[in-house]
């Protein structure tokens, strides 16, 4: 089955502890993008990559990282979360930059 | 201005009528659109895309383009309470960047 798939659903930390979201694809798509969605702000593109070792940011890059090690993986990094960071995280992947996205289930992000 | 602006919700129709969706945007260099439909703690799904001026239909579902306007909307025919969602605008430019509007939710009531 054509997935995109996000670890964890749901996780609680704390300020300041290291932490990554997972993002697999198993499309063999060239294009990966994560997303935050806060109530009432629709969805925010953090970084985008367009292939392996090509990332670029979004609109809000601020505290956090990605890598694109492999076309499949696309991992979010938060390096030192923060209580803003709290927020419903989205993967996505698609053919390439102008085409439909493809959407993980999302993860629940909670930052205290 | 925000880059992408839809219809400030929510939207309510009865069932069986047509509901009107519509987004602009202000970025010129933009070449597809789309639209998704989220039902609520779910991921976005795609509706409609559309790269190309002037009407798409899928079904119940109508997209339009206008680039002169800087303009897309989205009709759904014979509503049905099932269609009751945020349906989200999306712009995306050739080199990949993707923004999204704020979102209407629509309300179809039997």
């Known amino acids: 089955e054509a997935q995109v798939t996000q670890n964890p659903r749901y996780l609680i930390t704390v300020t300041g502890k290291k932490l990554t979201v997972t993002c697999s694809q198993n499309m063999n798509h060239e294009y990966m993008s994560w997303y935050r969605q806060d109530p009432g702000l629709g969805l925010r593109q953090i970084y985008y990559?367009?292939?392996?070792?090509?990332?670029d940011k979004g609109d809000v890059p601020e505290g956090y990282k990605v890598s694109r090690k492999e076309k499949r993986n696309f991992p979010l990094i938060l390096e030192s979360p923060s209580p803003n960071q709290t927020s419903l995280y989205f993967c996505a992947s698609s053919v390439g930059g102008y085409s439909e996205a493809f959407f993980g289930q999302g993860t629940r992000l909670t930052v205290v | 201005q925000k880059e992408v602006e839809q219809n400030s919700g929510p939207l309510s129709v009865p069932e069986g009528a047509i509901a009107s969706l519509n987004c602009t945007y202000s970025?010129?260099?933009?070449?597809?659109f789309f639209w998704y439909r989220q039902y609520s703690g779910k991921s976005p799904e795609l509706i409609m895309f559309?790269?190309?001026?002037g009407d798409k239909e899928d079904g119940r579902f109508t997209a339009q383009l206008n680039k002169a306007s800087q303009y897309v909307s989205l009709l759904i025919r014979d509503s049905q309470p099932s269609d009751s969602a945020t349906y989200l605008c999306?712009?995306?430019?050739?080199?990949?960047?993707?923004?999204f509007g704020d979102g209407t939710t629509l309300t179809v009531k039997p």
């Open positions: 999306a712009v995306n430019t050739n080199a990949g960047k993707s923004t």
């Open positions: 970025d010129r260099g933009s070449q597809s």
């Open positions: 559309i790269y190309s001026n």
């Open positions: 990559s367009m292939n392996v070792e090509v990332t």
